[in-house]
Nanobody
């Protein structure tokens, strides 16, 4: 059974940092199986937004303009975990954050259940 489980969310003051983790199970967590690893977020009343992604073949990373220079996406294949390091957090970063992977086979997408990040003083 494929599972993606996010953790690390919480309440943080503006300017603070959080590191989100996404633990994967039920599939091969490797370049041969996973094409793209992503973090999305959705704030109340707003559309889903792609925050960051890794193109696994080659390791290229891409970021939304709103988080460039503040967020870093990474992965640890041995730990079967994807991360999102978030620094210099702003109130507008408040959202539910979801991890997702796109598999090479049939382009299937898998999603985690989300973790709440609240940036407030």
């Amino acid at each position: 059974q494929v599972r993606l489980v996010e953790s690390g969310g919480g309440l943080v003051q503006p300017g603070g940092s959080l590191r989100l983790s996404c633990a994967a199970s039920g599939f091969t967590f490797s370049v041969s199986s996973v094409a793209i690893m992503r973090w999305y977020r959705q704030a109340p009343g707003k559309e889903h937004e792609l925050v960051a992604r890794i193109i696994t073949a080659g390791g290229r990373t891409e970021y939304a303009d709103s988080v460039k220079g503040r967020f870093t996406i990474s992965r640890d294949n041995s730990e079967r975990t994807m991360y999102l390091q978030m620094n210099s957090l702003k109130p507008e970063d408040t959202a539910v954050y979801y991890c997702s992977v796109k598999m090479r086979s049939l382009g299937v997408d898998y999603w985690g259940q989300g973790t709440q990040v609240t940036v407030s003083s």
